[in-house]
């Protein structure tokens, strides 16, 4: 149990359409990431906050955009879906503790499918 | 350009007998190394790390080792034990940032 929940569990949308997926975090943990996991690979980063400002971003196009709210809450928010973007969206959670190695905690996942 | 790799994809171990799993990595600039175990239908779950300034770490029956020079790590479980199947990935950062994962390792303990 890392106290990292996400919802929904599991969401279908069709192609071009909006989602949105949410985190919340650990308690007093000020940095969320946020993964991809396709198939059979291991997650990929798509971006990180820290105190609800954006702070790294991945390989990911700008239709992939965030939010991180004061009460250690998150959004992912995706556009124009394509059929690519099926997969299990994870969130995790650190300190953010700037200069320390961190473990990041990661919640259950939202399996997106894409129709 | 796959800067973490785990070359198995599966590994199948006895009850009891040593489990061994490997990593290896490109960027000698990573100086924290995690391994994470991932069930079906759930979020991986932290088991143990390792800072780049040290060898070797120990958390009951898991070890990590970490070989800087050759660019690899390995995650030791013994003894192993049917509840440790599930899918094994390890992970990279630097400091505070970004985990780099490999594509895992799925490893099945038979009784």
């Known amino acids: 149990e890392t106290g990292v929940t996400q919802s929904p569990t599991h969401l279908i949308k069709t192609r071009g359409q909006q989602v949105t997926l949410r985190c919340s975090s650990q308690?007093?943990?000020?940095?969320v990431s946020w993964y991809q996991q396709a198939l059979g690979q291991g997650p990929q980063f798509i971006f990180q906050?820290?105190?609800?400002?954006?702070?790294g971003r991945g390989n990911f196009p700008p239709r992939f955009s965030g939010l991180q709210f004061p009460n250690y809450s998150s959004e992912l928010n995706v556009n124009a879906l394509e059929l690519d973007d099926s997969a299990l969206y994870l969130c995790?959670?650190?300190?953010?503790?700037?200069?320390?190695?961190?473990?990041?905690?990661f919640g259950p996942g939202t399996r997106l499918l894409v129709l | 350009d796959q800067q973490v790799k785990q070359n198995s994809p599966s590994l199948s171990v006895q009850e009891g007998r040593i489990s061994i799993l490997n990593c290896d990595y490109t960027?000698?600039?990573?100086?924290?190394f995690l391994w994470y175990k991932k069930y079906p239908a759930e979020g991986p779950t932290f088991l143990i790390s390792?800072?780049?300034?040290?060898d070797k770490n120990e958390d009951g029956r898991f070890t990590v080792f970490l070989n800087k020079s050759a660019k690899h790590l390995s995650l030791h479980i013994v003894p192993s034990q049917p509840g440790d199947s599930a899918v094994y990935f390890c992970?990279?950062?630097?400091?505070?940032?970004?985990?780099?994962f490999g594509t895992g390792t799925r490893l099945l303990v038979s009784p």
């Open positions: 995790a959670s650190s300190l953010g503790l700037a200069g320390m190695q961190e473990t990041q905690y």
């Open positions: 308690s007093g943990h000020n940095t």
């Open positions: 906050y820290y105190r609800e400002e954006e702070n």
């Open positions: 960027n000698s600039m990573f100086d924290y």
């Open positions: 390792i800072s780049s300034i040290k």
């Open positions: 992970a990279a950062s630097l400091g505070f940032q970004k985990l780099v």
